[in-house]
């Protein structure tokens, strides 16, 4: 049974940082990409960032120098970090494997809201 479990999630000022985790079971996780998903108030969906088994990272243009994805496959977790996070980043965000084609395994999804 695959699970994944997202942590890290609460509420930070413009401008602060926050740093998601994902711990993972019942896969291989060295051999699988991994992904974060966010779905904001009212929107679809959408991939935020995502890392492959070698570790090719690839980022969503609105976060790209601002969020950082990154795994350690000894503790089966990929984690990412989010700095000079907005108001626009407010969502849930979702652990996710694969990410391509599509995500077939979705985590219970983290709170992250943004606001003074």
């Known amino acids: 049974q695959v699970q994944l479990v997202e942590s890290g999630g609460g509420l930070v000022q413009p401008g602060g940082s926050l740093r998601l985790s994902c711990a993972a079971s019942?896969?291989?996780?060295?051999?699988?990409?991994m992904g974060w998903y966010r779905q904001g108030p009212g929107k679809q969906p959408e991939l935020v960032a995502d890392?492959?088994?070698?570790?090719?990272?690839n980022y969503q243009n609105s976060v790209k120098g601002r969020f950082t994805i990154s795994r350690d496959n000894a503790k089966k977790t990929v984690y990412l970090q989010m700095d000079s996070l907005k108001p626009e980043d407010t969502a849930v965000y979702y652990c996710?494997?694969?990410?391509?084609?599509?995500?077939?395994?979705w985590g219970q999804g983290t709170q992250v809201t943004v606001s003074s």
């Open positions: 019942g896969i291989i996780f060295s051999a699988n990409g």
């Open positions: 890392i492959s088994s070698t570790g090719v990272t």
């Open positions: 996710v494997t694969p990410v391509r084609p599509r995500p077939r395994y």
